[in-house]
């Protein structure tokens, strides 16, 4: 049985930080691309940052330069360390991890975990 389950959300105030983290079980998880996305109410789900196996990066253009994702593959986590919150930060955000295979992919998504930058 896969699972991912995030942790790390709460209340903060503009400007702090946060850093999520997704832990997985049930995948061979240096083999997965992972992502992590944010939905606000009303909006559309967004992804913000992924990471391959090796470690490459992509950033949307809206956290690029706040936030970092990185992975430990000892410890089967991903990682969103997120500077200089905005209150349009606001979201719920979740993990994602992507492999492909040659005749089909996998998709796996963790519960979410609230984010609220207020002061």
């Known amino acids: 049985q896969v699972q991912l389950v995030e942790s790390g959300g709460g209340l903060v105030q503009p400007g702090g930080s946060l850093r999520l983290s997704c832990t997985a079980s049930?995948?061979?998880?240096?083999?997965?691309?992972m992502g992590w996305y944010r939905q606000a109410p009303g909006k559309q789900r967004e992804l913000l940052a992924g990471?391959?196996?090796?470690?490459?990066?992509n950033y949307a253009d809206s956290v690029k330069g706040r936030f970092t994702i990185s992975r430990d593959n000892a410890g089967n986590t991903v990682y969103l360390q997120m500077n200089s919150l905005k209150p349009e930060d606001t979201a719920v955000y979740s993990c994602?991890?992507?492999?492909?295979?040659?005749?089909?992919?996998?998709?796996?998504w963790g519960q979410g975990t609230q984010v609220t930058v207020s002061s």
């Open positions: 994602n991890a992507h492999r492909v295979f040659s005749t089909r992919e996998n998709d796996y």
């Open positions: 049930g995948i061979i998880f240096r083999f997965y691309a």
């Open positions: 990471i391959s196996g090796g470690s490459s990066t």
